[in-house]
């Protein structure tokens, strides 16, 4: 039986007007993928059915499509149908969808003092309500949602290269992640732990400069009675739930790690945990978010052990 021609991995790249999605295609394309952006699905099977680029074999190349509301055509049934049948065919499809909170997207494009696509004859916030209903049947079908609100355009195409890249490989992509609760909870997080129950730092004066990649800090942390009893449990719960995640096709997991000013405490617990999840044969990568960040106004707790 002749293979069809054309890619055997497909994304298609879709998400709210504003979220990112032309940051998105630009940094798959740099990764080495074949970028095409607004092509109307009715046209898919025509450049299915084109050559590949000189000097590449058809089938080695990912191909992302850029898809959304202001596509020719565009409906959204019509596409996850597409994509189903896509996967019917042999291919490896799947979709990405983009997506930020109404209010960054009001900021964005009043920023840029662009006009929203659906919203040239109404309010910017109208415009986002509107193409957001009209996007539910995508957002629900996406294997793989990525929330870019508060996220730096940088730290977005770091995140596509970490999922879309050469070194990414098949099952569960593991991320552990540190963060300060006094700047939000990341939205990325599927499990995450508070660690502001362990004595804090904070509260020595040779420590608050420091940061808990450093000894000393680690070695004060773990010296809370309640350290190894906690670390244990915690890393148990995970290396028991990933396996059953992966079971149920989730591709990607982030266990987010916290406590008030994301120096300390998460910053060390992330580090040890990720070790541990080594230790039981995963792959995890490990972030901090806010270790760089200047120090937040979060008021610190005058009683040791709390707080920070």
């Known amino acids: 039986m002749t293979s069809k021609p054309g890619p055997r991995r497909i994304l298609f790249v879709t998400g709210l007007s504003g979220s990112?999605?032309?940051?998105?295609?630009?940094?798959?394309?740099?990764?080495?993928?074949?970028?095409?952006?607004?092509?109307?699905?009715?046209?898919?099977?025509?450049?299915?059915?084109?050559?590949?680029?000189?000097?590449?074999?058809?089938d080695e190349r990912p191909l992302a499509l850029g898809?959304?509301?202001?596509?020719?055509?565009?409906?959204?049934?019509?596409?996850?149908?597409?994509?189903?049948?896509?996967?019917?065919?042999?291919?490896?499809?799947?979709?990405?969808?983009?997506?930020?909170?109404?209010?960054?997207?009001t900021r964005r494009y009043s920023e840029t003092r662009s006009r929203h696509p659906m919203a040239q004859d109404r309010q910017i916030e109208d415009g986002i309500t509107l193409e957001r209903e009209l996007l539910a049947p995508l957002r629900a079908a996406a294997d793989d949602l990525i929330d870019t609100t508060g996220r730096a355009t940088n730290d977005l195409q770091a995140l596509l290269r970490e999922r879309f890249g050469e070194s990414a490989n098949t099952g569960i992509t593991l991320t552990v992640m540190s963060f300060a609760f006094s700047r939000g909870v990341p939205r990325e997080a599927d499990l995450m732990f508070d660690m502001r129950f362990l004595r804090n730092p904070h509260w020595d004066p040779a420590l608050r400069s420091l940061t808990g990649l450093d000894p000393a800090v680690a070695a004060y942390i773990a010296a809370d009675p309640a350290y190894a009893e906690a670390s244990a449990r915690i890393s148990g719960l995970i290396t028991l739930l990933l396996p059953r995640y992966d079971a149920e096709g989730k591709n990607y997991i982030t266990v987010a790690v916290g406590c008030t000013g994301g120096k300390h405490r998460s910053v060390h617990f992330a580090e040890s945990l990720a070790s541990q999840l080594r230790e039981a044969g995963f792959s995890p990568t490990v972030r901090h978010?806010?270790?760089?960040?200047?120090?937040?106004?979060?008021?610190?707790?005058t009683v040791p052990g709390v707080g920070s």
Request: without cysteine; aromatic residues 4%; glycine residues 8%.
């Open 20 to 58: 990112g999605k032309k940051t998105a295609l630009k940094a798959l394309e740099d990764m080495g993928w074949e970028t095409v952006d607004n092509l109307p699905v009715s046209l898919l099977d025509r450049l299915l059915a084109a050559s590949p680029p000189e000097g590449s074999r058809d």
């Open 67 to 105: 898809i959304d509301s202001r596509t020719r055509g565009f409906d959204s049934r019509e596409l996850v149908r597409r994509a189903q049948s896509l996967r019917d065919g042999g291919r490896d499809t799947s979709i990405l969808f983009l997506d930020a909170s109404g209010a960054e997207l």
């Open 289 to 301: 978010r806010d270790l760089t960040q200047a120090k937040s106004n979060a008021r610190e707790s």
